[in-house]
């Protein structure tokens, strides 16, 4: 099991003294999604720390967009790795569409760094042509962490058997993207997912927050 990536989603959690804690703690193989304004403090307090941002703006260039915060901006603050199309902002805002998850999608691999798109049970149509078309000369730059609503801070994990089918699936029609698991992760059952074959990593929401635990799960990788 070497080399899969162990990434946490703070989600609209946290505050400066818990980037503190995990600055001086955490290991060095968490790739963590902390919310944007606690980026820049992370990355100085630990510059090797693998920061990702949970979003990004559709726009590319600098402007009068209030409020947006662009991929060139969180690379700029030591970001190097961006989550988009997460189905809370899939659903709640309705924000991330299949169009603005690609001008995302452009946006952070265009700054050169990872883009983690996520997507549920009915992936395929969460995929456009356009998108489709991008992951093919762009596979180093994009992993897909296929995250089941059903799983998503249920407990309910599906079945070894079912993630590997799902990932093999979407392996299958996406030209072999590595493929990460997320969806009531813990480090209770992170072991056992974590050797499945075909996934590549994991993503993590609730657990990622107890510092002891990411560490402990980031052991296992
Ligand atoms: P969870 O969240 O681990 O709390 O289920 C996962 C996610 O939403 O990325």
Redesign the pocket.
């Known amino acids: 099991m070497i080399n899969k990536l162990i990434v946490g989603?703070w989600?609209m959690n946290g505050n400066l003294s818990l980037v503190d804690e995990f600055s001086q703690t955490l290991d060095a193989r968490v790739i963590l999604g902390i919310p944007s304004v606690f980026i820049a403090y992370a990355h100085l307090k630990n510059p090797t720390m693998q920061i990702a941002a949970q979003d990004c703006s559709v726009y590319a260039d600098f402007g009068a967009h209030t409020g947006e915060i662009s991929a060139e901006m969180l690379s700029q603050v030591g970001c190097k790795y961006v989550i988009i199309g997460?189905?809370?902002r899939r659903q709640t805002s309705n924000f991330d569409n299949q169009q603005n998850v690609f001008a995302k999608l452009q946006n952070v691999v265009k700054t050169g760094m990872t883009a983690i798109i996520?997507i549920d049970e009915s992936y395929p149509a969460l995929v456009d042509n356009q998108t489709k078309e991008f992951l093919k000369t762009n596979l180093d730059k994009v992993c897909i962490?296929y995250?089941p609503l059903s799983?998503?801070?249920?407990g309910k994990v599906p079945s070894l058997k079912d993630i590997s089918e799902t990932l093999s699936k979407i392996k299958n029609t996406y030209f072999g993207v590595k493929t990460l698991y997320?969806?009531?992760?813990?480090v209770s059952n992170a072991k056992e997912i974590l050797s499945v074959e075909l996934v590549d990593g994991v993503?993590?929401?609730?657990?990622?927050l107890k510092l002891s635990e990411l560490n402990e799960i980031a052991r296992l990788s």
Request: hydrophobic share 30%; aromatic share 0%; net charge negative.
């Open positions: 989603n989600k997460h189905s809370e996520c962490a995250e799983a998503i801070g249920t997320g969806g009531s992760v813990n993503l993590i929401g609730g657990a990622s």
